[in-house]
């Protein structure tokens, strides 16, 4: 069956960094779309980035331009999100997600996703 599985999330202080990883499995990574997604306690799950099957689109929530960046390894069925300038804001549970669909911003169109990855960030 698809497994997602995302790691590399903790605690840490604003201005630090860190770099998430997903590991995919069962299925055919170079066909499909990634995204990360993040969910805050009593907030909606919402879009961080998405990358396009080879790599060479991708698109970002503007409350993350220019601080993450997103890229994959079709090679090690990896999808990473190096996350820069952390902000108390950015504190959610991140998940990877995939899609045939090609990048895109609603969570309605990922086919699966992991369990997800907890990011703190104390201020």
């Known amino acids: 069956q698809v497994q997602l599985v995302e790691s590399g999330g903790g605690l840490v202080q604003a201005g630090d960094s860190l770099r998430l990883s997903c590991a995919a499995s069962?299925?055919?990574?170079?066909?499909?779309?990634m995204g990360w997604f993040r969910q805050a306690p009593g907030k909606e799950r919402e879009f961080v980035t998405s990358?396009?099957?080879?790599?060479?689109?991708?698109i970002y929530a503007d409350s993350v331009k220019g601080r993450f960046t997103i890229s994959r390894d079709n090679a090690k069925n990896m999808v990473y999100l190096q996350m820069n300038g952390l902000k108390p804001e950015d504190t959610a549970v991140y998940y990877c997600?995939?899609?045939?669909?090609?990048?895109?911003?609603?969570?309605?169109?990922?086919?699966?996703w992991g369990q997800g990855t907890q990011v703190t960030v104390s201020s």
């Open positions: 997600a995939a899609t045939q669909l090609g990048t895109n911003r609603d969570p309605v169109l990922y086919d699966y």
């Open positions: 069962g299925l055919t990574f170079s066909t499909y779309a």
């Open positions: 990358i396009s099957r080879g790599g060479y689109n991708r």
